[in-house]
């Protein structure tokens, strides 16, 4: 079983910047992918962008696509979500998780963090 805990979250005006993070912790020898994903009120949850822990590629939204930077930090177990240039659209309850596979991309993740709010203010 891998547990994760996010932070960094809370309120920033809108243009402004924000870092998230998510420690794993568990059995975290047995996680090769580590991602973000949000939920704004009334919609269904999305993709936001996921990295390979070994390999190192990136996977982006495109809404999020040059605003926004994925990295993870192995030694740690975290995974970090910077964003940038931030608008209002962004605001949502932002979950990390994580999957065995090595694949990018929005299926198959199996761990997820409890998430927490991020609220951008035109």
């Known amino acids: 079983q891998v547990h994760m805990v996010e932070s960094g979250g809370g309120l920033v005006q809108a243009g402004g910047s924000l870092r998230l993070s998510c420690a794993a912790s568990g059995r975290t020898g047995t996680i090769f992918t580590m991602g973000w994903f949000r939920q704004a009120p009334g919609k269904e949850r999305e993709f936001v962008a996921d990295t390979n822990r070994m390999i190192g590629g990136t996977n982006y939204a495109d809404s999020v696509k040059g605003r926004f930077t994925i990295s993870v930090d192995n030694t740690k177990n975290t995974v970090y979500l910077q964003m940038n240039d931030v608008k209002p659209e962004d605001t949502a309850v932002y979950f990390c998780?994580?999957?065995?596979?090595?694949?990018?991309?929005?299926?198959?993740?199996?761990?997820w963090g409890q998430g927490i709010q991020v609220t951008v203010s035109s």
């Open positions: 998780a994580s999957k065995k596979s090595f694949a990018l991309g929005p299926t198959d993740y199996e761990y």
